[in-house]
């Protein structure tokens, strides 16, 4: 038998019944953390949806979020995601575009838990992706980057809750186990 979960359930609801117009929340609908804006799409009890608008040449180093399990979902742009220290995109399918200019991974999917490090290096279009996320351990939703354990974006990231520690960011911090840069870095 397999094991309910909650996250998988929302995520397939959310994904295939919201309309995006009508669900933005009047109260702290957009955030804007070191350069990189949220608009929070969806919220209800302890599910919250955000859409990240990443800018052109954008590190995120790899982090993990103490309180929230999640669903990064690739909507536009020039992203390598990472997962676990490894790209989980591969490079032509942020290159070669489909139907017309869209990228083949449009809609695709990567299951982010707590503990679970990730981080993304975004290309000089910059990229936009949704976090679907299930917040945990009666901790009430906010921005995902105030739930933050890791490499900060840059000086000025704060967090509620985990960690942040700072240096200077190359595409290697989005990424610790790759020896290949993205396209846009050589």
Known sequence: ???HDELDVFATWYN???????YVPLENAV?????????RMFLHDKF????????PNFIIPEHTHPDVDSYEVYVGGQIMFSHSGKWVVEEKDV????NGDLSPLRGSMIRV???DKHGGC???SGGVFLSIQHWLNNVDPSCVSNNYDGVGLDKDHKAEAGKITYKELTWKDAATLEDVAPFWEN
Do not use: R, Y
């Open 48 to 55: 919250q949806v955000q859409m990240w608008v990443i800018p």
């Open 95 to 98: 290159k070669q575009p489909v």
């Open 1 to 3: 038998m397999q094991e």
């Open 113 to 115: 838990k707590p503990n």
């Open 31 to 39: 955030t804007c953390k070191s350069g990189a804006w949220s608009v």
């Open 16 to 22: 295939e019944n919201c309309d995006l117009l009508h």
């Open 122 to 124: 975004f290309g000089p």
